[in-house]
């Protein structure tokens, strides 16, 4: 009988995943995800460091940014950037929040340029600044069944949350246009092995079943007929270990077991945790852009 060493053992386990993590019905996970936002979104922007910008995902710091508030809109300008010079007709936010990235870009997109946005549990708040801005919730393994074609598509830490990505990327790719972009922002894992426990705390305690490798993303996204052209490491404009965040891990041992009844608790440990696989490189936060061929 042989044996499997090296990579086949590690294609091997890559594979298991892969066909673990795509399930026939991701309705219970959403609805859980859903739950999770409903509850907690005001005490994140209540407790969190955002500067009044209503946002959620982390900030950014390249040089040159000077103000919370501006490195909240990092990651709003990259997504412009990418989009800025192809014809477009209609912009998606696949995981939009309460909309902060599609005000953004109200602000620099043509007249002309139809916004929408998807979102779960939510406050929906950018949709109000803006007649062009069109927010409901919904899931966004069903976007083009909820949303007209567009010209491109982006998320930003919403990837994480989806427990089936073939059919996140499958439903992308039949929203976008011929040649259209889709644009990924999210924690991406570093290698194939068995995750570590800080990797395991972060998916279970921040619903984040679809932090997964670069090789699995790329395998999902070409199935769907999506080529993945471009990828930026953004992990170096993250400010980690900020006096919260150590005081955070300092007392966690105190307050840990509230985890098991608390969603914010185990908000605070996922928080953590990803901390955690973003020191030891593990995962890093990446911008992917994927084409519609």
Same mark, same amino acid.
């Given at each position: 009988?042989?044996?499997?060493?090296?990579?086949d053992q590690t294609d091997i386990?890559?594979? *298991?995943?892969?066909?673990?993590?795509?399930?026939?019905?991701? %309705?219970?996970?959403?609805?859980?995800?859903?739950?999770?936002?409903? %509850?907690?979104?005001?005490?994140?922007?209540?407790?969190?460091?955002?500067?009044?910008?209503?946002?959620?995902?982390?900030?950014?710091?390249?040089?040159?940014?000077?103000?919370?508030?501006?490195?909240?809109?990092?990651?709003?300008?990259?997504?412009?950037? !990418?989009?800025?010079?192809?014809?477009?007709? *209609? =912009?998606?936010?696949?995981?939009?929040?309460?909309?902060?990235?599609?005000?953004?870009?109200? *602000?620099?997109?043509?007249?002309?340029? #139809?916004?929408?946005?998807?979102?779960?549990?939510?406050?929906?708040?950018?949709?109000?600044?803006?007649?062009?801005?069109?927010?409901?919730?919904?899931? $966004?393994?069903? /976007?083009?069944?909820?949303l007209p074609p567009c010209s491109? @598509?982006?998320?930003?830490?919403?990837? @994480?949350?989806?427990?089936?990505? /073939?059919? $996140? $990327?499958?439903?992308?790719?039949?929203?976008?246009?011929?040649?259209?972009?889709?644009?990924?922002?999210?924690?991406?894992?570093?290698?194939?092995?068995?995750?570590?426990?800080?990797?395991?705390?972060? !998916?279970?305690?921040?619903?984040?079943?679809?932090?997964?490798?670069?090789?699995?993303? *790329?395998?999902?996204?070409?199935? @769907? &007929?999506?080529?993945?052209?471009?990828?930026?490491?953004?992990?170096?404009?993250?400010?980690?270990? !900020?006096?919260?965040?150590?005081?955070? %891990?300092?007392?966690?041992?105190?307050? /840990?077991?509230?985890?098991?009844?608390?969603?914010? @608790?185990?908000?605070?440990? &996922?928080?953590? #945790?990803?901390?955690?696989?973003?020191?030891?490189?593990?995962?890093?936060?990446?911008?992917? =852009? $994927?084409?519609?061929?």
């Amino acid at each position: 009988m042989s044996t499997l060493k090296g990579k086949d053992q590690t294609d091997i386990f890559s594979l *298991r995943v892969m066909q673990t993590t795509m399930v026939s019905d991701p %309705r219970p996970h959403v609805d859980n995800v859903e739950r999770y936002y409903q %509850r907690n979104t005001k005490a994140f922007l209540r407790l969190g460091d955002n500067d009044g910008v209503a946002a959620i995902h982390i900030a950014l710091w390249p040089e040159g940014t000077e103000t919370v508030a501006e490195a909240m809109e990092v990651t709003h300008r990259l997504v412009l950037e !990418r989009i800025q010079d192809q014809p477009l007709t *209609r =912009v998606v936010d696949l995981g939009c929040g309460m909309g902060a990235a599609l005000a953004y870009l109200d *602000r620099h997109l043509p007249a002309d340029v #139809a916004l929408d946005g998807l979102t779960l549990g939510t406050p929906i708040t950018a949709s109000q600044s803006s007649d062009r801005i069109h927010i409901q919730q919904g899931d $966004f393994h069903k /976007a083009d069944q909820l949303l007209p074609p567009c010209s491109a @598509a982006f998320c930003i830490e919403a990837l @994480a949350h989806s427990n089936d990505p /073939a059919r $996140f $990327f499958a439903s992308a790719s039949r929203l976008l246009e011929k040649g259209g972009q889709l644009i990924v922002i999210d924690d991406v894992v570093m290698h194939n092995d068995p995750p570590s426990q800080a990797l395991e705390t972060y !998916r279970e305690h921040w619903l984040a079943p679809g932090v997964q490798t670069q090789d699995n993303l *790329r395998q999902w996204s070409s199935d @769907a &007929g999506l080529t993945l052209i471009d990828t930026q490491n953004l992990t170096p404009w993250i400010r980690l270990g !900020r006096p919260r965040d150590r005081w955070i %891990r300092w007392t966690r041992p105190m307050w /840990a077991w509230l985890t098991n009844s608390s969603q914010y @608790a185990k908000s605070l440990s &996922g928080g953590d #945790a990803r901390q955690r696989c973003l020191e030891t490189g593990e995962t890093q936060f990446q911008l992917l =852009v $994927f084409r519609r061929d």
